[in-house]
């Protein structure tokens, strides 16, 4: 069965440094999200992204990220200056035909120390 | 707006009796509600999904789930729980009509199954 793919597992990086999360969503799917979940907190939404453009932010999503697919198969998250608070497990999704279904990968967990 | 509210952080039950998890929803739209789990280490996988078709919602592994609109729920049950279901489980709300549109998460139900 297809699945999202995120790596890596785990990202560890010192404060203010830029990290880069990877994706590969599922082939021929159209959407493409990042959400994250801080520990013991629920998980929230901090981009969509269709057509190659931003379609939806949160207010999380300020100027420290950004995201990009690349090419026609990598989809990521760049954090530019990483703060303690970033700190969190990072989930990418993806959504393709009329079941509007998002599928999840396994996360990335990501340390700032 | 839209909002899910999960009414318990952590069940406990025992192998072989009933599992009953609890979520209301708030949307001023029609609705999509999910429900997901998450095992150790793992990632989101989806157990249901209801989309305005039939009300009980049959899932994988013996979970099913119920829309009622009256009383704004969407509450997860199965018969009788596996030691295999010990898990997070989470609620979920989206527009029904907003293809491609965000998730919304409920804080989440911790499963703990006793031998």
């Known amino acids: 069965e297809p699945e999202v793919t995120q790596t890596p597992s785990h990202q560890v990086t010192q404060m203010g440094q830029e990290v880069i999360l990877r994706c590969v969503p599922i082939?021929?799917?159209?959407?493409f999200y990042w959400y994250r979940q801080i520990l013991g907190q629920k998980v929230e939404f901090l981009v969509s992204?269709?057509?190659?453009?931003?379609?939806?932010k949160s207010e999380i999503f300020d100027d420290q990220f950004s995201v990009e697919r690349p090419d026609g198969s990598n989809f990521t998250l760049k954090i530019r200056s990483t703060k303690l608070e970033d700190s969190a497990m990072y989930f990418c999704?993806?959504?393709?035909?009329?079941?509007?279904?998002?599928?999840f990968g396994a996360g990335t967990r990501l340390s700032v120390l | 707006a839209q909002s899910v509210t999960q009414l318990d952080s952590h069940v406990s039950v025992s192998e072989g009796t009933p599992v009953l998890l609890r979520c209301n929803y708030s949307?001023?739209?029609?609705?999509?509600l999910f429900w997901y789990v998450q095992h150790p280490n793992k990632g989101l996988q989806l157990l249901l999904k209801?989309?305005?078709?039939?009300?009980l919602v049959k899932g994988i592994n013996g979970f099913e789930a119920e829309f009622k609109k009256s009383e704004t729920s969407f509450h997860l049950t199965k018969p009788s729980a596996h030691m295999s279901d010990a898990a997070e489980y989470f609620c979920?709300?989206?527009?029904?009509?907003?293809?491609?549109?965000?998730?919304?998460f409920g804080q989440g139900t911790e499963l703990s199954v006793k031998p």
């Open positions: 999704a993806s959504v393709g035909g009329v079941q509007n279904i998002q599928y």
């Open positions: 082939s021929n799917h159209l959407y």
């Open positions: 992204f269709y057509n190659n453009e931003i379609s939806e």
């Open positions: 949307s001023s739209y029609s609705p999509s």
């Open positions: 209801y989309t305005s078709a039939a009300t």
């Open positions: 979920v709300v989206s527009d029904l009509y907003n293809q491609g549109g965000k998730l919304i």
